[in-house]
T-cell receptor, first 113, second 116 residues
Framework: KQEVTQIPAALSVPEGENLVLNCSFT??????LQWFRQDPGKGLTSLLL?????REQTSGRLNASLDKSSGRSTLYIAASQPGDSATYLC????????????FGSGTRLLVRP | EAGVVQSPRYKIIEKKQPVAFWCNPI?????LYWYRQNLGQGPELLIR????????DSQLPKDRFSAERLKGVDSTLKIQPAELGDSAVYLC??????????????FGPGTRLTVT
């Protein structure tokens, strides 16, 4: 059974710092991995989608990498801003669950001004 | 392009009462998902529709939960009767169906349910 883990559970950094959020998954047979942002009381906003054949995706200050063989993904945020404060969730669609996103519990990020 | 729309945004009910949530997916999206998110956890899938057909409802507690997607567009998720443990955020998502299992899923704002 696929399990997704995100470490750390919470992170506090000063504004301007570059940071990395980690996501690991137990079964490397995945179709894709998606990173989401969730603001308090809000739904999920898709940030980046990495297909299983891809190694990374970039959008603005965000870069996500995928290493399927080791079951790991990282989300890199450059020059962090207070507006980046949110919970970041990663999720995979694996070949057993088919279509169903399996989520980690998220990393709660606070960027201090 | 309008995103996934859900209503109501918040609902407070007493246990044993019924409750219903409504979702309107992104126009043209054939696949619709209902997820439940407990506090401090990631969402978990309850049911997935391809057009009007429920193709994966293995995680739906069928004794009290039901869902429908008439005409393959809007969907309603119902709980009857509600229990204290049903307090959670109920999220609706949709995807186009064009890339199959590799589709990107787009989420609505969710309905926060509190059962007292």
């Amino acid at each position: 059974k696929q399990e997704v883990t995100q470490i750390p559970a919470a992170l506090s950094v000063p504004e301007g710092e570059n940071l990395v959020l980690n996501c690991s998954f137990t079964d490397s047979a995945i179709y894709n991995l998606q990173w989401f942002r969730q603001d308090p009381g809000k739904g999920l906003t898709s940030l980046l989608l990495i297909q299983s054949s891809q190694r990374e995706q970039t959008s603005g200050r965000l870069n996500a990498s995928l290493d399927k063989s080791s079951g790991r993904s990282t989300l890199y945020i450059a020059a962090s801003q207070p507006g980046d404060s949110a919970t970041y969730l990663c999720a995979v669609v694996d070949m057993d669950s088919s279509y169903k996103l399996i989520f980690g519990s998220g990393t709660r990020l606070l960027v201090r001004p | 392009e309008a995103g996934v729309v859900q209503s109501p945004r918040y609902k407070i009910i007493e246990k044993k009462q019924p409750v219903a949530f409504w979702c309107n997916p992104i126009s043209g999206h054939n696949t619709l998902y209902w997820y439940r998110q407990n506090l401090g956890q990631g969402p978990e899938l309850l049911i997935r529709y391809e057009n009007e057909e429920a193709v994966d409802d293995s995680q739906l507690p069928k004794d009290r939960f039901s869902a429908e997607r008439l005409k393959g567009v809007d969907s309603t998720l119902k709980i009857q009767p509600a229990e204290l443990g049903d307090s959670a955020v109920y999220l609706c998502a949709s995807s186009s169906g064009e890339a199959g299992v590799s589709d990107e899923q787009y989420f609505g704002p969710g309905t926060r349910l509190t059962v007292t």
